[in-house]
Structure formats: C-alpha cells, structure tokens
C-alpha cells in the first residue's frame, strides 16, 4: 500500500513521550507485542512519525528498519498527520457499485484534497478506506465517529458544512 | 467459578424472562454496528427513559445483535407471549406512540411494523419478520441467537443452551469422539477454502507437541462481506465456547481471536465475553473444575487485507510483517510460533456448539451432497432487501435474490452477482438456477469466499468491477512474491487500457494468459484467486470487453472515456438546465433553440445529464 509520508514537522510532547515510554516497558520482552505498541502510540500521537518509530525501536530493542516495515505493511499506521476531523469514504464493493466515488470526487472539489491528505489549516483529512461493513447503508462515510448512510454527492456539501466552524 | 448445577439453574431462570405472559413484554433493540450507524442508540436510550418515567414493571429492555434486515435498521422487537412485532426505521420520535399504543395500550401499532414498510402487497398486515418472505426461506444455525439474546449477557446465552455443548465435550466425549462427531457433521470451513473442520482439527490432535494453538479468524477482509462482524457483535459466546471445544479436541490450552481493528464494537463485545467466561469459569485453568485448561487472547488487526491468509495471520500474531509463508509446512505440523495450531473462520466456530448439542446426523440432513449445514451470506449492492442471510447449501441464486432479497430496485434487470469478494467471481444470468454451494460455484469460476454476495444491475460495468478488484488486489498485494507483486499490477494496466479505449484484441489473450499465469505462479491464496474476477468476467461477459475495444464503447455508460452525452432533440424542451449545470461551458443554445454539447469542450462529468428533468441528456 502506497503510504505518503507527512512534511509537517513532529510536535511530541514531553507528556506524550512519557505516555509511550511507559507502554514500551510494559511489553518489553514480548516478542509478540509490537504491533500492539505501535498500534498504542499512533492513539497517543496520532499517527507515526519517523521520530516515534526511531522510539519505540530503542525501546523494544529491534531494528528501526523492522518498525517501519511494519508501519508501512499495515494500512492502519499512518505516516502523516490526520486533520481535526477526519473524513472516510468506504469503497467496498457494495458502496463502489452505488457510487461512492462520486462521494469522493465531489469531497475533493470542495476540501481540494485527495484521500490521503490532509487541508493546510489541518480541519479535515481524507481517505478512502475499506469496507466498514454498514454495506446495507451503501454508499457510506464517516466522520470521526459519525456514519452517514444511502449518500449521493448533492449531500456531501451540507454535511461537511456541519464541521466546518 | 460457578458449579453445572449452578449453570442449570441460571438456564431455567433467564429461559422463563424469554417466554414473556400475555401482559408483560420483551422489548429488544438491534444494536449491531449497522444499527448504531442507523441511531439505534437514541432509540434505546429514549424506551429506557420512558418506561422508567411510566414505571412500566411488566416490561424489559436490552439491546440485541443484528436482526438481519440491514435496510430497516434501526429496528425494535416487542415479544409478548406468542406475539412477535417487528417495528422498522424507527426513530426516537416514534418511542412515545409505540409505548402508549402497544405496551401500555395492548394493541400494535401497525403503521411502524415491517409488513407496513414492505412494499410488495403479499406482506401487508405481517407484524412480524419471521413471517416476511425475507426470512421464511432462512435456516439460521450459525445466526441462532443474533437478533435474540444480548450479547453483552453470558447468562442470556446460558438460557439458550449456552456452553452445554463444552460441558458435553468435556464431561462425556473423549478428544477423539470430537472430533468424530465434527468429521461426520461433514462441516466444511466456512472461511472460503472449504476444507472440512474435522479432518484439520484431527491433523493437529495427531502431531505431538508441548504446546498447540487454536486460531480464530475474525479479519473479515472481503468488501461486502459483514457475517463474521454480525456473529461476533451478536453471538460472542459461541465463538468462545466453539474455541474451547476445539482445543479439549486438539490438545491445545490457548487460543487467539484475530479480529480486525475496523470492528470496534465486535472487540469490545468479545472482550466482555471473554471476561464473563472466565468469571463462570468456562475460560482458564481446570475448566469447571476438570483437567482441561484453555483461555483466549485477542489480537488486533491492523488493516491488512493478506492477514485473511492463514499463514500471513500467524506471522502477523506473532508481532511481525503479516507474509504468508509457503506451505507445506502446514499450520496443523508448524502453525503459530512454530507449533501445531488450528485456524478456522467466525461462522465455522458459530456451528460447532450446535453440532456437539444436536448430533452430526442433524447437521448433515442440511444441505447438499458434499456441502453441509447452512451459510451466511451478507447480501448486498443493487437489491431491494439489503441485508444478513442463512440459508441451507443447495438455495438457488434465484431464491436469494428474487424471493429474500424481493429483485432489483427501480425495475432494472439483473446482470450479475459477485461472490467471493477480490478472490471470487461475477455469476452471470445464463446460472440463475445454480444452486449455491462449494462445489457449483467452483465449477462456474467463481467461490464461495467467505459470504459477501454482491448485486449487480445493467448499469454496472463487468470491465470497471474486474479493474475495482484488482485495484483492491494491487493495493492488498504484500510485495512478497514476483507472480503477485507484479503479476496483479500489469492486470490493472491492462484493464486500464481497456476501459480507456487504447486496447487491442491481442491485449485481452494477454490478458488472459497473464491470469493463468499468476493463479499457477502465487504463493499464497490471495494472488492465486487475484485473476478470478478477470476470468470470470472474461468467460460471461467476452461481448462487453469486445465492445470496449472494438467499438470503443462502454454499454453500461460506467467508462468515462467511452461514453459521450449527446442531447435528444426530440426530448429537449430548450430550458437551458443543462447548459447553467455545464462546469465547464460545454453547451451552446439558449432558450427556446436547440441545445447542443460541443463534444471538444465536454469532461463527462454528467452534470448537464443529473440536471436535465425530460431524459433529453443521453448517454452514448
């Protein structure tokens, strides 16, 4: 999976780095465990930044070759930064066959961002993702922890207003 | 921990709250994902508040698992001695009524029920799902109790003859007996392979070890395909119990569940589970107070369509890159973390408490000659009646789609329906009457897959749908080995060429070779079905390649290069709607004088086609 890796500079706080030494020393020595903590400190950042991946392959004692391979292997790591609020078109077959690209194109021409990025002012940040499995809803997207079912791409605008202040 | 006469008791208790008098009533909430998303919870938290301000004694409240009907959600039951009602879409402004009405008032309130909403006549006046054409040809094993119980109580899954079938096991039946009992079931696994349960799980009982494992593959990867999310959010304990079983059967005493992180509310209702087993002591050491010893952990996925692969999801187990690795060695000999370990899907495990309870000879009265039992299908796409479905093996894709999924919407015809998510095929018109099972579908190209069946109508493309899957593919593909990694990528190429209009026909006996190609040359399962769709599309749908590139046109009007819009003159009645809709000023005319695209200027947005009210906008 193609990942793009942010340009935006790392801004970790010290209580961050605090939060995430302290979930590296819980897992330490297991060997199984570190997807588990990357997993945790993209909750604690946000996302994984190469100065994250460098901490946590101190702390676990691996290669940082070894982090990032798993960091790019797996789609729910992300390299860049996420906006305030993040945007997900699902494009499963059941949402691609009902015209959830509409939904995507019409996001685009409104945000200027295509999946994967996030707006300069960092309000929203979009991505096609894989089916969520709400296919009885097709076509879907959510926001944040919002779901918005049965879309055409005339409802796009008013939703998105909804978050806009 | 609790005794077996304990758990007996709890059965008879909590078996009588499910049997409500003629006055008192059971209200039950559909709060699966698809239900949440629908706003169930408002609904829930709404009764809840009202019944308490009523003081309503005689009636309960809990939420439940998903009913099935996805298109209805949210959806409320009210049982009431024989009564079922079914209340569809209903929204927290629509509590009040049903309350007054129905269970302070004694009478239904019809308008909100599913035979109301329904549109066909023969359905009018049905209360209940149950006597909906949707669910009378349903056979639900592996769904018994979703929509039913609530998940989130282990004593409400007692009451239902919860984890008798793990105490059977383990008080009556040797390891061996099991495991004869699911060989003779002739369950078949339910994740797409098809191999039979009971010949994998005696494979790993054979090979001797200090430590074996039992897998559960939750990483329900397929678009479309939401049957394992709907087991686990509405079922949990079966999994849990079925897990058990296994490992007495194969000598293992722990187990992972390897559940996608994109499933929140299936985690945290496992999670529960999990917790509330090992309290009644179903789950850890000395198993109601036997030798036996088993427990569960659970493993995050994180987004990784491979780790659908059983190999690839042991790799990804133990913390690392999910790769698949070549077999043999087979998991059974050398699995996770190099010992003997079993992996079987969500909706296998769901039918093995009911196999060990009811008898295999049961199980195998279901079903076709070499393909058991019941399946789930997440029937979804271009249908009217959306939703979860459990059907015996040998339902014909007629019944499914015309008789529970009530035909396509908005009167168009049927073209085709996709299985087996980027791993299956389209199965065109020319095998409506094919009857659904392991075997058939195989023998037609496309599979079984783990149970998403897609609809497809005469606007959907075959060309675009084939370039969906192996766009799907390409992104999935892991980079481990050449057939895949690159294999997948020139596929999406070439269709790319084809759905542009640049291709040729050599480029489709390309095309086709590079398939086979790929299918012979993969390591694992995912770039060896990667063609499938391809193929398929290939086989039935021969005439919609052709015309991408002989005659350069899109029949389905999906492709964007192959399509212009033209404007019927004769329809036309020069309002000028399409040339203010024209982003880009494509259209000449003005009021009252004919209107035509410059075909130069126009993008295909079809913008002026959304805007035009009199059909005068047509595709070419």
New interface residues.
């Given amino acids: ?2 990942k793009s890796i942010s340009k935006i500079p790392f801004r970790g706080t010290p209580e961050q780095e605090k939060q995430l030494m302290e979930v590296i020393k819980k897992h330490r020595d ?7 903590v ?2 945790e400190a993209q909750e604690i950042y946000g996302y994984l930044p190469l100065e994250v991946q460098q901490m946590i392959a101190e702390g676990m004692n691996v290669p940082v070759e ?1 982090v990032y ?2 960091a790019t ?5 992300s390299l860049s930064p996420k906006g305030e609020n993040k945007i997900s078109v699902c ?4 949402c ?3 015209g959830a690209q509409a939904l995507i194109d019409r996001i685009t021409e409104v945000l200027g961002i295509r999946p994967g990025e996030c707006t300069e002012d960092g309000k929203f940040s979009l991505e096609a ?10 076509p ?1 997207m959510t926001i944040n922890d919002d ?1 918005y ?1 049965r879309l055409t791409d005339k409802d796009v605008d008013g939703i998105l207003k909804k978050y806009m202040d | 921990m609790v005794s077996l006469d304990k758990i007996k008791a709890i059965r008879d208790r909590v078996r009588k709250q499910f049997l409500p008098a003629d006055n008192t009533y059971r209200v039950v909430v559909g709060m699966a994902t698809c239900g949440i998303a629908a706003g169930a919870k408002s609904v829930y938290d709404e009764l809840v508040k009202v019944i308490k301000e009523k003081g309503l004694d005689n009636v309960t409240v809990s939420q439940t698992g998903c009913i099935g009907a996805c298109q209805y959600e949210p959806i409320v039951e009210v049982y009431s001695g024989d009564q079922r009602v079914t209340y569809v879409k209903i929204t927290a402004d629509k509590v009040d009524e049903i309350i007054y009405r129905h269970l302070m008032g004694g009478h239904p309130v019809e308008k909100y029920t599913i035979g109301a909403v329904l549109k066909s006549g023969e359905d009018d006046n049905i209360l209940s799902i149950e006597d909906t054409a949707f669910y009378k040809y349903q056979k639900r094993v592996a769904l018994r109790n979703c929509g039913i119980i609530n998940p989130e109580s282990i004593d409400e899954y007692i009451a239902f003859d919860g984890y008798q079938a793990l105490i059977d096991c383990i008080t009556k039946y040797t390891p061996e007996e099991v495991i004869e009992i699911v060989k003779a079931s002739g369950l078949r696994g339910r994740g797409g392979g098809g191999f039979p349960t009971g010949i994998k799980w005696s494979l790993a009982a054979k090979n001797q070890a200090d430590q074996k494992y039992v897998c559960c593959n939750a990483d329900e990867g397929d678009p479309g395909a939401f049957m394992d999310r709907s087991v686990l959010e509405g079922d949990p304990h079966a999994v849990i119990e079925a897990m058990a079983i296994a490992g007495y059967a194969i000598g293992a005493t722990q187990g992972y569940i390897y559940v996608r992180a994109e499933y929140p509310v299936a985690v945290k209702r496992l999670k529960i589970a999990i917790d509330q087993a090992r309290e009644y002591g179903l789950l850890g050491k000395n198993i109601l107070g036997t030798d036996f010893t088993f427990d569960l952990d659970i493993r995050l996925g994180a987004g990784a369509f491979v780790c659908g692969e059983e190999t690839a999801l042991m790799t990804s187990i133990e913390g690392k890159r999910g790769e698949p690795r070549p077999r043999p060695p087979y998991p059974a000999v050398k699995g996770l973390f190099g010992k003997p370990t079993i992996l079987n899907n969500v909706e296998t495990y769901a039918n093995i408490p009911q196999i060990i309870l009811k008898g295999s000879e049961w199980f195998a009265s279901m079903g076709t000659e070499k393909s058991k039992g019941t399946k789930v299908f997440a029937l979804g796409g271009k249908i009217n009646n959306t939703g979860l479905v459990e059907i015996p093996m040998g339902t014909t894709l007629r019944q499914v789609i015309e008789e529970i999924g009530g035909g396509i919407p908005n009167g168009k015809k049927f073209k085709a329906a996709q299985t087996g998510g980027p791993s299956g095929g389209c199965i065109p018109s020319s095998k409506f009457e094919i009857e659904i099972d392991y075997d058939n579908l195989v023998n037609i190209g496309s599979m079984m897959g783990s149970g998403g069946l897609i609809v497809m109508d005469e606007d959907t493309c075959m060309v675009d749908i084939a370039k969906f899957f192996l766009d799907f593919t390409v992104d999935e593909s892991c980079g481990k080995c050449t057939p895949c990694r690159i294999g997948t990528k020139r596929l999406h190429e070439m269709l790319e060429k084809i759905t542009s209009g640049n291709a040729t026909m050599e480029d489709l006996d390309k095309l086709e070779e590079l398939c086979y190609y790929i299918k012979d040359n993969a390591l694992c399962g995912l770039g060896q079905t990667a063609p499938n769709p391809v193929l398929s599309t290939l086989k039935y749908f021969y005439d919609e390649y052709k015309a991408h590139v002989v005659d350069r046109k899109c029949p389905a009007g999906v492709c964007k290069n192959l399509i212009s819009y033209v404007i019927d003159d004769t329809k036309c009645k020069r309002c000028t709607a399409c040339k203010r809709a024209c982003p880009v000023q494509a259209i000449e005319g003005a009021v009252k004088q004919p209107h035509v695209i410059d075909q130069s200027k126009c993008i295909k947005c079809g913008a002026c086609y959304e805007a035009c009210k009199f059909g005068a906008v047509v595709k070419r």
């Fill in positions: 999976m193609k297991q060997k199984d465990a570190l997807i588990k990357m997993q070894e391979g798993i292997f797996y789609a729910m790591f494009l499963g077959t059941a691609y066959v009902k993702c894989r089916c969520i499995g709400a296919c009885g809803l097709a879907v779901v079912g």
